[in-house]
């Protein structure tokens, strides 16, 4: 990593080649998004990585407040912001390569007490869109590429933000792409641009909502249509009509369980009773932290022991070994990984509609429809297997 003087007046060339030693760092780590954060006399770098936030490593996790504004007034110019609006929120994007890996990269402005705040948002093009990928058990699998079959439906993915919902809708148009099928989509923005699917942004700029998409996708003969997210009655009518219409329609909804996601669609105004013969699966799901392969280590019987509880017991009686032997694991940390994880993958609970569960959705029986509890079995399997930690599954399902 070269040199980069951090003395006071910062040079148009050092800036532009510490914005690309921080992207390089962030995007070394695997970072999701870059915070630049003013203090009062200088500004803080700190990154997520697998839905975590940790500084830059040293000297990159504080620059002097002259160089700070200097990286400011680069990502922004790259971004085509005004430079001379410090005040305003501001949005923009802007491209960048690393090596061979190309990134997307939305930013967004906002002034604080302390300054000017951004955020850039990494979107790796080269992301893992592969259904049998995201953490499915094969029997899960199973139940998801079934209900993909089907010409007509609803299928709907739950979890709070940053849960992975997007990328396992994306998997699933990614299943379907086939020269026989229409694929489109409406999302608030387009996350990962896929070949061969007509995807549309919405743009609130000039009015373009998902209703109004929705309702020209369905006059563009669509077989499948990928919702980002059902968030308001107009596009939560307009989407049951386009399920009940012949045509496959995936969506999510930001809600932490199942019953949760019933009940917000009813306070939406919901029919209720058509929404439960459109729905064909519901899917619950969370992220978590994969241990890393290369320093991982097997868990001691002391460890183990503190593990057990009824729900521990419970789902070990339950588990089928889908996932590999019985070998639980702790973090340890190497020159490879993030203090003993690399990458994540999802935990899930799915709900396949019969008759029963239909009724369940009618009455938004909470209790019965509470996916969170399925959703930590599953994790609990993933400590089993040695992918995981105790840790991870109880910071994501609560
Ligand atoms: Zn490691």
Redesign the pocket.
Known sequence: MPDIPLYNAVSLHDAIALADIVLEAAATAGASDLHLEPQPKSMRLRMRVDGLMRFLQAPFDHLPASAADALVVRFKLLSNMDIGERRRPQDGSFQWQLQSRKVDIRISSLAGHWGEKLVLRLQWQQQNTQLDQQGLAPTQLTQVRSQLTKPQGLILVTGPTGSGKSMLLYSCLKQLQAPHLNLVSAEDPVEIALPDIHQVAVNTDIGLNYSPILRALLRQDPDVIMLGELRDADSADVALKAAQTGHLLLTSMHTSSIGEAMHRCHGLGVDMLALSYCLSLIVNQRLVRR??????QPMSAAALEQLSSDMWQAAQADYDGCYGQFNPCI????????E???GRFGIFDILVMDQATRELVVERRVDQLDSVAGVRRQGLWRVMSGDTTMDEVNRVTW
């Open positions: 241990l890393c392969d290369l320093c991982k973090a340890v940390g190497c020159p490879s990984c993030n003993g994880f690399r």
